[in-house]
């Protein structure tokens, strides 16, 4: 599957590709989207909520299920939180590390895995980031 870089124009495929699909996927609020009004996921309406242990089972509830849904070459394994500062965690920073299978034609029902691969998700300054882990 190919597509085009959000922030470029050029062309993007690959697992690129995949971690651009994540953060559009997080980043949409379910009935956003006119004619997909179930594409996205619950985790913006989680944004800005108090960090308790409630919000952050939802909050990963809310990605992997998300993930699940909608992006079909990539099957989550494993989320683990990253550790931060106890004044970022106050301030509202909750990361994320989210192993899985990389499954380039899972688009086309090929589930064969390529690997494994890790996103780091995070809200940090103001902005919501998806960003490739190392291999």
């Known amino acids: 599957m190919a597509g085009l870089n959000r922030d470029?124009?050029?062309l993007l495929d690959g697992w690129p590709h995949v971690v651009q699909s994540l953060m559009v996927i997080?980043?949409?609020?379910f009935g956003t989207r006119v004619m997909r009004r179930w594409f996205g996921s619950s985790v913006p309406q989680l944004l800005g909520e108090s960090i308790v242990p409630s919000t952050v089972v939802r909050f990963?509830?809310?990605v992997a299920t998300a993930i699940e849904l909608w992006e079909p070459r990539f099957r989550v394994t494993k989320v683990?939180?990253?550790?931060a500062a106890p004044e970022a965690t106050r301030g509202g920073l909750l990361g994320l590390r989210?192993?899985?299978e990389y499954r380039p034609r899972g688009?086309?029902?090929d589930f064969t895995p390529d690997g494994m691969r890790t996103v780091h998700v995070d809200w940090r300054g103001g902005r919501f980031l998806v960003v490739p882990g190392q291999q």
């Open 8 to 10: 470029t124009g050029k």
């Open 98 to 100: 989210i192993d899985g």
């Open 107 to 109: 688009h086309l029902g």
């Open 60 to 62: 990963y509830g809310a």
């Open 80 to 83: 683990t939180p990253l550790a």
């Open 26 to 29: 997080f980043t949409t609020g």
